[in-house]
């Protein structure tokens, strides 16, 4: 059993440096310049709307993978709910970044916000992967 965790936290681990290369080797799609902020119009009022709303969104799902975790107190199960929480984190952080680029406020690159959201989905999945491998 233990070598089986050691194999799936190096699987892990692998896939996060995988993303850390491919921003390394395509620096220049991630760190692109503005070519053009948003515009304050209504599309972009929309957009910052709609971002305001995922955000709280999100917040809401971390909290209640929160409370899910302290029921669980230390149990099997835990480190699943962890990982939810830890993947609404970053989930939270891309919807700031979206946020702050629909909104005027600062450029962050679409790249990089794809990128964040890219890991928060492999957080999620190795969430319900490792509870999935409890419940079987």
């Given at each position: 059993l233990k070598t089986m965790e050691k194999k799936e936290s190096k699987a892990f681990f692998k896939i996060?440096?995988?993303?850390?290369?491919?921003?390394?080797?395509?620096?220049?799609?991630?760190?692109?310049?503005p070519s053009r902020m948003v515009a304050r119009s209504s599309s972009g009022f929309l957009l910052a709307v709609l971002d305001v709303l995922l955000l709280l969104g999100v917040l809401f799902c971390f909290f209640s993978s929160l409370k899910v975790k302290s029921f669980l107190k230390d149990g099997e199960l835990a480190y699943g709910w962890i990982l939810f929480s830890f993947s609404f984190v970053i989930l939270s952080i891309a919807q700031l970044?979206?946020?702050?680029?629909?909104?005027?406020?600062?450029?962050?690159?679409?790249?990089?916000?794809?990128?964040?959201?890219?890991l928060s989905i492999l957080s999620l999945a190795l969430g319900i992967y490792f509870i999935k491998k409890v419940l079987s």
């Open positions: 996060w440096f995988l993303l850390f290369v491919v921003v390394v080797l395509f620096p220049q799609e991630a760190f692109a310049p970044f979206s946020l702050s680029v629909s909104s005027g406020l600062l450029y962050v690159p679409l790249t990089i916000v794809s990128l964040i959201r890219l």
